[in-house]
């Protein structure tokens, strides 16, 4: 199950923000529909010229959360979806070949040891929902797109926990993001 | 990049054996064709019907190998086309919703404290050469996909690997297995 992203003219988030953070930056585009599918077509690699954009992504499972991670995770984390959650943001990342070339200690170590992603993220659950996709291995521009909704009386909290994350040493590893925020529309 | 493994009546690999060893088996057919592609086309879901079976998957980086077994490995293990390496199998498993509920220090403990599944596989190299394909994200039948490739004179080790490893508690979150036996035609 794949889910696709798709900047144009339709779709229920309006998008109000499209920024470079670092490399190249997407086209800009009025709003941003998701779907999921089963097959990976050939559009999302070459959308219709209509369309700016399409990303693809999957949900997979756990790589980096440890046991007592995923069960604080658990209970504190809340769904997409929820009627307050209006506002939106979809965090397009790719990371250098060095990350690619460490090993899972090696990762989790940087992720979570020096840079505490998990720990740190937490706090701001379960004010902001998030999900993340895997975009690496199916040839995308990015390698993960990241998925957070939260009512717009969280907005601060949100920039917080970006800016954070943006100052970690995991962050040195990013070669490419893209910010971009979104209103349901 | 995504493989395709495409059963049929064409293909530079030659079927010799095809074994439900657990669960569903695949229908049999004359020979293996190997592809990659940037896209995944819905025939690799769906198959034209003169093809018994296709199934997709991607190579990636490693999830399991830590910084020692790594340089170990790189030092010994060899790459696939070696004119030698004429015997080949395929091997596609699918692990169980227990196995994918476990987090990943725990993967990795029944993985490799437990099984072995490194260290063990590691002394059968370089003579058997291997690449393991991912299909699990990709909403495949199954998990993964393992090619395995060496020379005919090798071919009681790689009956010893394989035997030793579905000995392991590993395996017993395997819960659809199929062995695949070819020659390069």
């Known amino acids: 199950m794949f889910t696709l992203f798709t900047a144009g003219d339709t779709g229920d988030w309006r998008i109000t923000r499209c920024e470079a953070v670092r490399g190249d930056g997407l086209l800009a585009a009025a ?4 779907a ?3 097959l990976l077509a050939p559009s999302s690699h070459q ?3 209509h369309q700016p954009w399409q990303l693809a992504g999957f949900a997979s499972n756990v790589r980096y959360v440890e046991r007592a991670e995923k069960i604080a995770l658990t209970r504190v984390q809340a769904g997409l979806g929820r009627p307050e959650a209006t506002s939106a943001a979809l965090i397009p990342i ?5 990350w690619w070339d460490l090993t899972q200690e090696e990762r989790r170590d940087i ?5 505490h992603h998990i720990a740190d993220s937490m706090t701001y659950l379960p004010a902001i929902a998030r ?3 895997h975009a690496r291995d199916l040839g995308q521009p990015f390698d993960f797109l990241t998925w957070f909704e939260y ?7 949100f920039e917080r926990l970006v800016a954070h994350l943006r100052q970690t040493p995991e ?3 990013v070669e490419r993001e893209v910010d971009i925020r979104l209103t349901r529309a």
């Open 31 to 34: 709003r941003l529909a998701i």
């Open 36 to 38: 999921t599918s089963d």
């Open 47 to 49: 959308p219709p010229s």
């Open 94 to 98: 790719r990371k250098s070949a060095a």
């Open 111 to 115: 992720f979570e040891t020096q840079s």
């Open 131 to 133: 999900q993340l996709y």
């Open 151 to 157: 009512a717009p009386e969280h907005a601060d909290d």
């Open 171 to 173: 962050w040195t590893f």
